[in-house]
Nanobody, 123 residues
């Protein structure tokens, strides 16, 4: 079993910054990707940023130039640095980890989600 835990959300004024952290723990052989999604009230969950095991990244258009995703493989942790925050960035931010686990004779891949962390951008 694998657990994914996010932290770092909170209330910030427009133009401010926040850094979110996401740590995966448990039966982890390797992590193919870690990503951040967000879901605002009444809207669908959307991808914000993703980082692959080779450190290749991809961002939603709304995040490009303002957000930076990074990863510490030794800690199974991903970060999302969010700058120049806007009220429309207000949402619950979820971390997803695409994990390969070792069961001894087989390996299997599964997506794990954290519980989410609230980010509110307001003056």
């Amino acid at each position: 079993q694998v657990q994914v835990v996010e932290s770092g959300g909170g209330l910030v004024q427009p133009g401010g910054s926040l850094r979110l952290s996401c740590t995966a723990s448990g039966n982890i052989f390797s992590i193919k990707s870690m990503s951040w999604y967000r879901q605002a009230p009444g809207k669908q969950r959307e991808l914000v940023a993703i980082i692959f095991s080779g450190s290749m990244t991809n961002y939603a258009d709304s995040a490009k130039g303002r957000f930076t995703i990074s990863r510490d493989n030794s800690k199974n942790t991903a970060y999302l640095l969010m700058n120049s925050l806007k009220p429309e960035d207000t949402a619950v931010y979820f971390c997803n980890a695409e994990v390969i686990s070792d069961l001894g004779h087989i390996k299997y891949e599964f997506d794990y989600w954290g519980q989410g962390t609230q980010v509110t951008v307001s003056s």
